[in-house]
């Protein structure tokens, strides 16, 4: 898709020191440092891949959004998966006319857990399970154009932010709702992010003190209860019916008193988990982006009610949907490789 954003924001990241500590004793440069390429011509064609847990997704598009080639595989486990990425982009460039080739000025690769973007490194994965993998110079000689790397909901949020539902906007949060909980955050026209490479970690907020256990060591976290697969295990801890997803629970919220308590719970610890957030930046808009955000007006509209009924000192921002849904990585991927930078 073509950026219709209005007027340039600055850079992303904040102003601090070169070098931040991050976990594990290592350190990674804030991103402030990062390099500001310029923004591609509006002929180039770019590459944009996104890679999750299970499945990566690839695509080679023009500035309107024109698919030239797409492809997607599952992803394997560890630095396998590195050849993996390889290998759909030789695969997405191999489909193109040698015109088409010629035309591919940058290509961008989201990542998900903790990334280094200066210096191109992936630097953990818990769920596929890598550390430490330099990227950005194994793909940028295969495929013969610069390489951008990035984390996957930092791209994802940017691009929603500038481009999709937040367009306009200088103040917003971005939630993406899937497996786990994370997300971004703009505050005064600028996209926040931590100094070592990691997102807005709103699903592991605490919000019940005698909750679940979560993954992450602590107990009650907002992902225990308001990510799909809780919402689907806390349905059938209350019934014994088993449920494939969230998706079927929400089907179910205007005829199953079950359900509809089950939605309640994970909607309040959703806003529970946000309402300090709202407190401390004052977001205009929430953008509800992921797997979860297909429930639509079943989600917004008791999640915004949720939060206004915790507010009495800043206005309730509204909570809407994402322009991008499922695909807001992969947008945002083709974005980032064709503007250069987050900003």
């Known amino acids: 898709m073509k950026p219709t954003a209005g007027a340039a924001r600055p850079a992303a990241g904040s102003a601090g020191p070169a070098a931040m500590a991050r976990p594990g004793g290592t350190t990674t440069r804030s991103a402030a440092v ?91 994965s818990s769920n596929i399970g890598w550390r430490d993998v330099k990227v950005g110079d194994r793909f940028s000689g295969r495929w013969h154009m610069p390489v951008l790397l990035e984390h996957d909901v930092l791209v994802a949020g940017w691009a929603e932010w500038r481009f999709g539902a937040g367009r306009g906007h200088d103040n917003v949060c971005v939630v993406i709702l899937g497996t786990g909980i994370s997300g971004t955050l703009s505050v005064g026209g600028r996209l926040l992010r931590s100094s070592y490479g990691q997102v807005g970690e709103y699903g592991h907020i605490p919000v019940r003190a005698n909750g679940l256990p979560c993954p992450c060591g602590n107990i009650g976290c907002v992902e225990t209860v308001a990510s799909g697969a809780s919402i689907a295990r806390a349905y059938t801890r209350r019934t014994g019916r088993e449920m494939d997803g969230a998706a079927e629970v929400f089907a179910l919220v205007d005829t199953d008193s079950d359900a509809a308590a089950v939605l309640a719970d994970a909607v309040d610890a959703l806003a529970d988990g946000l309402i300090g957030i709202v407190h401390a930046a004052c977001p205009e808009l929430i953008i509800l982006g992921g797997g979860l955000a297909g429930a639509g007006a079943a989600l917004t509209d008791p999640l915004h009610q949720a939060i206004a009924d915790r507010l009495h000192l800043v206005p309730a921002p509204r909570v809407v949907l994402g322009e991008y849904g499922a695909r807001a990585g992969l947008t945002g991927a083709a974005l980032f490789a064709r503007q250069g930078a987050l900003e």
Do not use: Y
């Open 34 to 124: 990062l390099p500001q390429p310029d923004a591609l011509a509006d002929d180039a064609l770019v590459l944009g891949l996104d890679v999750g847990g299970t499945t990566m997704k690839g695509e080679i598009t023009d500035a309107d959004g024109h698919v030239f080639a797409a492809a997607t595989v599952a992803t394997p486990q560890g630095e396998a998966a590195f050849e993996a990425m390889g290998a759909v982009g030789d695969q997405l460039l191999a489909e193109l006319t040698e015109e088409q080739r010629d035309r591919v000025g940058r290509a961008a690769v989201v990542v998900p857990g903790i990334v280094d973007p200066v210096e191109s490194i992936a630097v953990f």
